[in-house]
């Protein structure tokens, strides 16, 4: 009866550790379940996950001073639309026009209208841009910027500063035109800058006439 009752307590002993292993496996499951779910749920969705981004491309830029104008040879009318333009917003310039002969050195907007021109000179549109290859058209109002056009000669330089560098030309013709000829912006055998104003200089009301000054590029310097 001794042995039967020390198996009988054995088994006893086992099935309750066995219970033990089962309750507990069990339970470490149903944890592991819930915490598993959790983090799915606290998982941001496949859309929010950051993307790998290519970088930004590069604008081409550039930067200048912009120095006030020389006043000296302005109609008091033009220094007025100067100084009145000074409070309107304006697209960044395309470029920097330098002619050293006369002291200029104004920025060149996009278009021609008066507000532009009141301001800086206008890059003619349909024209190359400038650092581009082919004939850049640039107008300035006769009674300012460009009334000192009227003390440049032949062989003079110009400068061209945009986003690709400056780019530097050699005046090489001087004409007049009617309003109506703008033969003078078709492309010449050689990249050009021509800068296109009013003529006479002097004078009130309409110009029956337009200056042209053309400049080719010194192909000796690198671009």
Known sequence: MRGVSEIGRFLLIF??????VYVG??????????????AVENRPPESAQPVPQEPAAKTAAFSFVVKEPDFSLWSPQRIKHYQQSLSAQLGMPVALLKIPKIR?????????????????VGFI??????GEDGNIGISGHRDGFFRGLKDIREGDGI?????????????DRIVLVKPTDVSVLAPRQRPSVTLVTCYPFYIAGSAPKRYIVQASINESEPR
């Open 159 to 171: 400068e061209l500063v945009s986003a690709r560098g400056t780019d530097t030309y050699t005046i």
């Open 125 to 130: 549109a349909g024209t190359a841009r400038p």
């Open 104 to 120: 200029l050195e104004v920025p060149v907007l996009e278009g021609t209208d008066d507000l532009t021109m009141d301001r800086a």
């Open 25 to 38: 496996t069990r339970v470490y499951t149903a944890v592991s379940s819930r915490s598993e779910a959790r």
């Open 15 to 20: 099935g309750v550790l066995v219970l033990g």
